[in-house]
């Protein structure tokens, strides 16, 4: 069964250790984990908030630094699930700096990165941001900043629901 919330498992990551992680805000909706995004100017008024910045110019995605989004899964509800998790509209989330040698699941309910990805295929962050996309590693390689590499198809969460495995290669 797929759930509606993208998830992730944080299997190897430097940033996690050291502690090279930032506190990031979406003013324009609810912000799943698992998330790429890249950091926009401060919040107004904050010395350690960011916004996040949307845009839909290739070129300037591909050259920025990509953090993954990944908040503790905090729910006061018995009912609720890892799967139901998701950080509210301005609210403020947690997100990595991505490190060569990272390795992270990501559950693909959000985008069709699953239905599409083979071992050894690279993803990247979508043109327009905030998703993935599946690419050639010589095509992620030539274009993108921040490339992980597909090392296994499988699966996360109590569903079971389906997941890509990614080292990243690039960052």
């Known amino acids: 069964m797929a ?38 100017a401060l919040a107004t008024g904050e010395s350690e908030l960011y916004n996040i910045l949307i845009t839909g110019v290739t070129g300037a995605l591909a050259t920025s630094e990509v953090l993954i989004v990944a908040s503790p899964e905090v729910m006061y509800r018995d009912d609720l699930m890892t799967s139901d998790f998701y950080v509210s509209t301005g609210a403020a989330a947690r997100a990595y700096h991505m490190t060569i040698g990272d390795i992270f699941t990501i559950s ?28 050639a590693q010589t095509a992620a390689i030539a274009g993108w900043k921040f490339v992980a590499k597909v090392i296994e198809l499988t699966t996360i969460g109590y569903d079971e629901d389906d997941a890509i495995s990614v080292r990243v290669i690039s960052a």
């Open 3 to 40: 759930n509606a919330k993208r998830m992730i498992n944080l299997d190897k990551v430097q940033a996690s250790y050291v502690g090279n992680i930032e506190s990031v805000k979406w003013e324009d909706g609810q912000l799943q984990n698992g998330t790429p995004i890249v950091l926009g």
């Open 108 to 135: 693909q309910v959000a985008s069709s990165v699953q239905s599409t990805a083979a071992v050894g295929d690279c993803i990247v962050m979508n043109a327009t941001g905030m998703n993935f996309i599946v690419t």
